[in-house]
């Protein structure tokens, strides 16, 4: 994968600690990094398994990050995903 050249008005990489049960994972989405849909919640289905390539995030009011949008690489298309479900080698750290 080539360097990634973050658009006008990038911060930097959002670290999210998230928590299901006796379960911590510890998030850090970078944009134009590759990742896998695993939720935490054994129930959560939705894009369970898939591939998928940051390329933005959805913000609430107070500028956190909460939501990652995300081209799916089975169908190149677009989608949102909570930034809590996301997994990957060397970015994630799971306790």
């Known amino acids: 994968m080539?360097?990634?050249v973050p658009g006008p008005g990038y911060i930097g990489p959002e670290v999210v600690i998230?928590?299901?049960g006796t379960k911590v994972r510890k998030v850090m989405a970078v944009v134009g990094a590759e990742?896998?849909?695993?939720?935490l919640n054994p129930r959560k289905k939705k894009h369970r398994g898939r591939r998928c390539v940051i390329l933005g995030f959805v913000r609430d009011?107070?500028?956190w990050a909460y939501r990652a949008v995300?081209?799916?690489l089975d169908n190149n298309r677009q989608g949102r995903v909570d930034i809590a479900d996301l997994k990957a080698d060397g970015l994630t750290e799971e306790e």
Do not use: T
Request: glycine share 18%; aromatic share 18%; hydrophobic share 30%.
């Open 70 to 72: 995300v081209r799916f």
């Open 18 to 20: 998230c928590g299901f």
């Open 35 to 39: 990742y896998e849909v695993q939720p």
């Open 2 to 4: 080539g360097k990634v």
């Open 61 to 63: 009011d107070n500028g």
